[in-house]
Structure formats: C-alpha cells, structure tokens
C-alpha cells in the first residue's frame, strides 16, 4: 500500500477530534439503563463469557478491562483463563458448555490465539446467537446480505461515530484501508449499507495515497503504525484510525500511536479520531450493546416460544 508524496500540500485549520471515549461512557451509562430496564422486566442479568488462552500481556490487560466495563454496565462477566497449553478439543469443549449455559448469553474469544489453535474453527464454534463478536460465517453472513445480525464490535463502533460527527453518508466516497475479517471487511459493508461509494485498499493495492486523497471518508486498519501520512487526507475529510501501536522514544518512554501519523493528518482533516482515545473505548461498548442485543433475542425468543405452547 505505498504511493507518491505530494511537497506542497495544501494545509487547512486543525481537524476536530472525534471524542471516542466520551460518546463509549455515554452509551455505557444507557446500556446500564437498558440493563436494569430488562432484568426488570425478565428478571435475567445479560452474561458475557470471555475466553482468553495464554498469557499475552496486552490481551490480559484489554481482557481485564472488558470485565470491568461488564461489571460497569450491570451485567454478569464470566472469565475464562486457560494456559497456553490447552489443545484445540479442549477449547472446543468449553465453547460447547457456554453454548448451552443460560447464563451465559454472550460468547467472545480473545484473539489472537496461541500457535496450533485455528481461529476460524474456534471462533464458528460459537452459536450464532452468542457469537457477540459477530465474526462468525453465519452472522458474516448476514452482514454482507444487509441482514440482520450481531455485527464486529470495532466496525460497529466506527459506524456509531460516524453517524454521530458525519450524519447522511450518502453518496461520500468512503477508502477503508485493510481488508481483515475482524474490520476491514465488515465496515466496507456497514459503510455500502449508510450509501458510500466505497473502495478497500489492501497490501496488493498499488497507490493506495491516491485513493485516499479522493475519499471524504478514510477508515485505516492495517496494524502498521503511522502508515498513512498527512498528504494523503483529502483538506475536510473525516478519518477514523482502527490502529493502536506502542512506540519507544528517544527518552526511553513509550507512547500509543495509530495506523495514521496523526500530528500531520489534523493539520488535513475535518475530522479525526486521536490514538487513544477514539476507536478503543468504543469497541468495548459494542461489545456490550452486543450481549444485551443477544440476550434479548434468547430471552424474548424463549418467552414468546413459551407463550405459544
């Protein structure tokens, strides 16, 4: 993904900042809401079971933190820690139980998993109805057919700010760059189903600069830090940067960085999501909006079936 730089680019007043963390707490503060609403009215606490295999230090952290949000929100959180050793039968079989635990009504998997573990195995294990990371085929599904459906949290999250600081995207020129299945994919369908004309730009793409200096809207998630410059953003477009990398200084000191060298696309942006502080928080309160939306369809579709007998 390279392309040529352009010298004198046009510059325009600082881009305001896309307030990720502030719009997660608010809707967190609702879904507690919407939690109370509903044990209210099912007398059934929404659970969420995580699954974290091996000792990764940056999954444990972002594991710890999900338990808390859960916690924060009203629900139940189930953790499950297994060693790196665990054999792929052996998760298999966890994912079973959770799969019939009434309990439980939210199932996710931390990725990545350790070395002879397939994730894709793993994470199609997951009922449907569970699978509150949306990356199974049965929920990708539906997603790409403009379906109904649990979508990925993190494009979930991109969305909700974009409908939030953008409005109508009808007919914006969208660039989503990286075509993963946990992101890329899933937000170029989010973003066709909002009316964008939307291209995906991935390693094959051969002036991918080009293409995101036409795009009002830029979406980057390709895990390579500060990828995307300054004279790439279109003056006014709005950029949303999935990637968080830690860096070294000078000073011995580390600092959170994105896929977009920030300090110069603000000088180009309309707006722009900081690193951290922007896409992060709000991935976790999909996540949450995820387990009450699956809670609900489990225990409704239960109490309607119920009804009917």
């Given at each position: ?177 990286g075509a ?26 051969r002036d991918t600069a ?100």
């Amino acid at each position: 993904m390279t392309g040529p730089a352009v010298s004198n680019a046009q510059e325009h007043p600082a881009a305001r900042l896309i307030d990720g963390k502030g719009f997660a707490a608010r809707m967190t503060q609702d879904i507690a809401t919407d939690v109370s609403a509903f044990y209210d009215r099912y007398h059934v606490t929404p659970g969420l079971a995580v699954v974290l295999v091996g000792n990764d230090p940056a999954s444990e952290v972002y594991v710890r933190n999900k338990a808390l949000q859960t916690h924060r929100a009203g629900m139940r959180s189930f953790m499950h820690m297994l060693p790196a050793t665990t054999s792929q039968k052996e998760l298999l079989g966890l994912i079973e139980r959770l799969n019939v635990d009434p309990e439980i009504h939210g199932i996710l998997v931390q990725l990545p998993l350790p070395a002879g573990l397939d994730p894709v195995a793993v994470t199609n294990a997951i009922i449907p109805e569970k699978d509150v990371d949306g990356l199974g085929v049965v929920n990708a599904g539906r997603l790409a057919l403009g379906l109904p459906g649990i979508v990925p949290c993190t494009p979930l999250g991109c969305l909700l700010l974009l409908r939030h600081y953008v409005g109508d995207m009808r007919g914006r020129d969208a660039l989503v760059i990286g075509a993963s299945n946990l992101v890329g994919r899933p937000m170029a369908e989010l973003l066709l189903r909002e009316g964008c004309t939307v291209t995906v730009a991935h390693i094959d793409t051969r002036d991918t600069a080009s293409l995101a200096r036409q795009a009002d809207i830029v979406v980057v998630a390709t895990g390579v830090r500060e990828l995307v410059r300054g004279d790439w953003i279109k003056p006014g477009a709005t950029v949303i940067d999935v990637g968080i990398s830690r860096v070294t200084l000078p000073n011995g000191k580390t600092r959170l960085v994105g896929d977009v060298k920030f300090d110069e696309a603000v000088r180009r942006a309309g707006l722009i999501t900081p690193v951290p502080g922007g896409v992060g928080p709000m991935t976790i309160a999909c996540l949450l909006r995820n387990t009450l939306d699956a809670a609900r369809m489990l225990v409704e579709g239960k109490a309607r079936s119920g009804e009917n007998t």
